[in-house]
């Protein structure tokens, strides 16, 4: 007597010719529904989760998913079935260590499995981790402290604070992180006996810098000028987070007046910041006596007029 057919596609409710996104899709809606964390005591929707894992196990697969195939579309679910000839030699050896064992028809298809055989990690073993500290310890948050050129930068940083048992732990800061991003240490929270680790959570926080200041995502920088320097124009280099650049200023610039700086602010893509170049003039507090000559004889010349 034959073992009962399983119509894997019937089971997690998509056609014979779905693809891997619908098989993956399918998967974790059905997967969340019957997940035993969320139906405790339910027999039923274990079996159905059980279910769904193998069919998903099976039709993921592209070797696995053939060999099933060429059963074709004729078998009924739940009708006897004995594995058809030249089947005999696929085996599939799956990872061990569940408890969750494949159906008799998964055994008979497929041969060397056995029952007891495990499916692997359960895929939503961590579904309802917010639901309660049942599942892990807490999550712990704390504070990441970085420079501009830090952030601007990015890269590997060797932190202490919040870290679990004081432990130095290296951290990989993305190239143009932001104020108020978090960074995900996972298992580096708190403990709950018997249960894995929390989570720590690095909220950044961007020191200030002595030449730049933010503005969202672009930096400002504050270029001084001389009066004569602002008038005639000038050549000069600035500072940016990555490598000084060369800024033309033209004749007649006023104070205020801004330079762009494409791409040198923080964030990444389309969410890049820029750099902008402020212009501030400044006049000397005190003069010689022949440099206020000078400046009363440019006045006596000069036919602009401010106001």
């Known amino acids: 007597m034959g073992v009962e057919y399983k119509d894997y596609y019937k089971v997690l409710g998509v056609p014979r010719g779905a693809d891997k996104e619908a098989l993956g899709k399918a998967f974790k809606k059905l997967a969340r529904k019957y997940h035993p964390d969320l139906n405790a005591g339910d027999k039923e929707a274990e079996a159905k ?11 993921k697969d592209d070797e696995k998913r053939r060999l099933y195939d060429q059963l074709g579309p004729n078998w009924q679910h ?4 004995k594995q058809p000839p030249g089947f005999e030699n696929f085996r599939f050896f799956g990872g061990g260590g ?5 159906s008799d028809f998964f055994e008979t298809l497929f041969g060397g499995a056995g029952r007891g055989q495990a499916f692997g990690p359960d895929p939503f073993a961590n579904f309802n981790r917010k639901m309660s500290g049942r599942e892990r310890g807490r999550d712990v948050e704390a504070e990441l402290s970085l420079t501009l050129n830090e952030a601007y930068q990015g890269g590997r940083k060797t932190i202490t604070a919040g870290a679990r048992g004081g432990k130095s732990l290296e951290v990989n800061i993305p190239a143009g992180i ?17 249960k894995p680790f929390g989570d720590l ?13 933010l503005d969202n995502n672009d930096i400002v920088y504050e270029l001084n000028l001389a009066p004569w320097e602002a008038v005639l124009g000038i050549k000069t280099r600035v500072p940016t987070l ?17 330079f762009r700086l494409r ?10 910041g820029d750099q902008y170049v402020r212009l501030n003039i400044h006049v000397p507090e005190q003069l010689e006596h022949e440099e206020r000559e000078l400046w009363e004889k440019l006045a006596a010349l000069s036919k602009f007029k401010a106001r």
């Open 98 to 102: 569940g408890a969750e064992g494949f």
């Open 49 to 59: 989760f059980k279910d769904v894992n193998e069919a998903y196990e099976v039709l």
């Open 178 to 194: 932001k104020e108020g991003a978090r960074i995900r240490l996972a298992g580096q929270g708190g403990a709950s006996p018997g």
């Open 242 to 258: 990555d490598k000084a650049v060369e800024l033309s200023v033209p004749p007649g610039s006023g104070s205020g007046k801004k």
């Open 78 to 81: 739940g009708q006897n079935f």
């Open 201 to 213: 959570y690095l909220k950044v926080r961007l020191l200030p810098h002595k030449d730049f200041t």
């Open 263 to 272: 791409g040198k602010g923080l964030g990444n893509g389309e969410d890049k």
